[in-house]
């Protein structure tokens, strides 16, 4: 059987429950249940289940995408609205924005958000957001027990 340790006392046991304690989901043992309400008992998982779900973290994609602002927006945003031959007041009544804000945006003092990047991107014809791809590193699994939050206050009534 496996034995996992509590998260509250950090006592190794193999029967550890899920309880609600203070607001907090913890696997705890039966003498740290008391302090919450017991929601359930920890489902244990063969050694097989406990394989196929380290491979499919394991085979997880490895980068994440996010979409980002281009750094130079607020030149491209003013050059375009120029060439349209548009003064701010105009363009901001035809975007259903203040000209303050359109001002602020094109001095570069206030970053729209991805949501009016992609409003002004539609309006003007330009491209202001892009794909920024970054790594995922995943933690590698240690043999150590870990460290509970029994260990944390041991460690803080230390200092």
């Known amino acids: ?10 006592r190794v046991e193999e029967n550890l429950s899920r309880a609600l ?14 302090f919450g309400k017991v929601l359930a008992p920890i489902k244990r998982y063969s050694p097989k289940e406990q394989h196929k779900m380290l491979q499919r973290v394991q085979e997880a994609p490895k980068e994440e995408k996010m979409e980002i602002l281009v750094e130079n927006y607020a030149d491209l945003i003013k050059r375009k609205r120029e060439s349209m031959d548009l003064s ?12 303050s804000t359109i001002h602020h945006i094109e001095t570069g003092t206030f970053e729209p958000s991805l949501e009016n990047a992609k409003k002004l991107e539609k309006f003007l014809g330009i491209k202001l957001i892009e794909l920024h791809k970054e790594g995922i590193h ?3 699994a240690k043999k150590s ?5 029994g260990d ?6 230390r200092q």
């Open 138 to 140: 995943l933690p590698k």
């Open 88 to 99: 701010q007041k105009d363009f901001a009544l035809k975007l259903n924005e203040k000209e």
């Open 145 to 149: 027990e870990g460290f509970t939050l």
């Open 1 to 10: 059987m496996i034995k996992i340790n509590c998260d509250l006392c950090g």
């Open 21 to 34: 304690i203070e607001g907090v989901e913890l696997n705890v043992c039966r003498d740290c249940s008391r």
């Open 152 to 157: 944390f206050i041991k460690v803080k009534s």
